[in-house]
């Protein structure tokens, strides 16, 4: 199958963590040996937008178009594919001005993937009754535990002191930074704000307890890449939180409540311990995993097509 991936979101140096997780996903799916990849990226931005339009009208006789957030699903109509996917990512459901476009090009897509079965909710009943949980997953090459101590040092960090991680900048007032403040209560509370791959790896292997308190969440990779780390999690149960911690016996998502996560804080920083069993309970949430997904339902949609044409 000759794939084409179109993004607006792609790392670069200025946004280290802009888009890691639809690299992760293209990287994935070129790890496999049924798949022909190219990929078309372009910054974020309504200028962008218009100038990726040619470019794209010159990429043909693809199997599969498929762009990442809504609003490049517009001149990914551009290039020319036998089926056409889009997975969508959050704002393009929730802004109102996103969400708008989103879903006016919604209908000429086959295949439409949300990152969690929550996500579901902020689409139109057509489009939530067909799309697919398709989330881009976790780098399990990247995100394994790596010993502890050793991980603090890496940091500057005191090996001997545990901390609560707050995984996000307490700018995003989505993400809460203000609950994580009352769970950690006494507790040292690391914050973080764009960060590299690498750095990120260490922050979820140094941590004693990785806190993501949001309102909301489209996925929720940090609770999941915290759990590939060994390293206890406590979130609330939105995006996939619940289906992607329930299995975990030292991870929770629960509705906040500032006497119970703090002492859930308590008892993670008392035990510092990192769990050996994290790769393995991530496993079905990694990007080789999504990515096999994400072939399944392209290759789903040519089927349909071919049913179609008779």
Wanted: glycine letters at 8%; hydrophobic letters at 45%; charged letters at 20%.
């Amino acid at each position: 199958m000759r794939a084409l991936i179109v993004s607006n979101m792609w790392p670069t140096a200025q946004r280290p963590a802009l888009g890691t997780f639809v690299r992760d996903q293209v990287e994935a799916l070129r790890r496999r040996d049924d798949i022909e990849l190219e990929l078309a990226t372009f910054p974020p931005g309504g200028a962008s937008y218009l100038t990726a339009v040619p470019r794209l009208l010159r990429r043909r006789g693809f199997d599969v178009v498929h762009a990442h957030f809504g609003l490049t699903a517009i001149p990914a109509l551009a290039a020319g594919g036998a089926i056409r996917g889009v997975t969508l990512h959050g704002t393009d459901m929730i802004a109102p001005r996103s969400r708008k476009v989103t879903f006016a090009v919604l209908p000429r897509y086959d295949v439409v993937g949300v990152p969690s079965a929550d996500a579901r909710r902020h689409l139109p009943p057509a489009q939530a009754d067909r799309a697919q949980v398709l989330p881009c997953g976790i780098d399990l090459h990247g995100f394994q535990p790596l010993e502890r101590a050793d991980a603090r040092r890496q940091l500057g960090l005191d090996p001997a002191r545990p901390f609560a991680l707050f995984p996000y900048d307490p700018a995003r007032a989505v993400k809460r930074h203000d609950r994580a403040l009352l769970a950690a209560g006494d507790h040292p509370l690391h914050t973080l704000g764009h960060e590299t791959r690498e750095r990120m790896r260490l922050w979820m292997n140094a941590a004693s307890i990785v806190l993501c308190p949001a309102d909301w969440e489209t996925f929720g990779m940090a609770a999941v890449e915290a759990v590939a780390s060994g390293t206890e999690v406590l979130a609330t149960p939105t995006g996939a939180h619940a289906e992607a911690l329930g299995p975990v016996a030292w991870a929770e998502a629960s509705t906040f409540d500032e006497t119970t996560w703090r002492a859930r804080v308590e008892a993670a920083i008392t035990r510092d311990q990192q769990h050996a069993d994290g790769p393995s309970l991530a496993a079905p949430w990694s990007s080789d995993a999504m990515a096999a997904r994400l072939v399944e339902a392209w290759t789903a949609a040519a089927g349909t097509r071919r049913q179609a044409r008779g």
